[in-house]
């Protein structure tokens, strides 16, 4: 894994590169195949988009940090937090489809065990979604508190059954922690270079499943936190 110094930078990926392996596979297997690549390729994907929200988030940020201290621009700085909430929101519903596709890819996977042409190493795909399940525990509860927050406010017993110690959340963002209220619980993830860093390393752990196409996969590259 990256140390904590460095942060993944990423480049457009041309899934052409992939056309070699895809020629291994027989003729009655291709179909099955190109699935379990198009999700490993949308397992970078998915990165790259969490890494974007984040720097639309700090982008967010140094507006809001340009403006403080004047009065005058205050309606213009309350205006900037549905901006922020945004991107919040977008962070997290990605890192549910990085979950979906992660776990696509090792069920795709099963499908290959035993194939002569295809070496696959199905305890890099457990390690991968052990590691992504310990670092992002909430994630579904998060993305079903933002993709039914209007679901549950339908009556007001709803809102009673969801609510956690009386109250309830629809989605606020303080910083950079997220809280929504999910089945009873405040649900929280704090969006930050660390979740990057975290996220960034799930996927290496997944893509090191296939070492017989690891160097044709996309790659980011690191650099020094403090260059940002």
């Known amino acids: 894994m990256s140390n904590s110094s460095e942060i993944p930078v990423y480049d457009h990926y041309d899934a052409s590169a992939l056309q070699p392996i895809i020629n291994l596979a027989p003729a009655d297997e291709q179909g099955c195949f190109m ?3 198009f999700n490993i390729v949308r397992l970078y994907t998915f990165e790259h988009q969490f890494s974007a929200a984040l720097a639309l988030l700090s982008h967010v940020e140094s507006i809001e940090g340009s403006l403080a201290g004047n009065a005058c621009t205050t309606p213009r700085r ?9 991107a919040a929101r977008d962070a997290i519903l990605t890192l549910y489809h990085f979950s979906s596709s992660l776990v696509t890819v090792k069920s795709s996977a099963t499908k290959f065990k035993g194939a002569t042409w295809l070496e696959i190493d199905p305890l890099k795909l457990r390690e991968s979604q052990k590691y992504f399940r310990n670092h992002f525990k909430d994630i579904e509860f998060l993305r079903h508190g933002i993709a039914h927050n209007a679901d549950a406010a339908q009556t007001l017993e709803k809102v009673k059954r969801n609510s956690a110690s009386g109250s309830f959340r629809w989605g606020s963002l ?5 809280v929504v209220t999910n089945k009873n619980v405040h649900r929280q993830i704090i969006l930050d270079t660390d979740k990057l860093r975290s996220l960034n390393e799930a996927r290496r752990l997944a893509y090191l499943a296939f070492p017989a196409f ?12 403090n260059k940002q």
């Open 78 to 86: 309350s205006r900037l937090q549905p901006w922020r909430e945004i």
């Open 214 to 225: 690891l160097p044709l996969l996309p790659r980011c590259f690191l650099i020094q936190k």
């Open 35 to 37: 699935l379990l690549l």
């Open 174 to 178: 303080v910083d950079r922690t997220f």
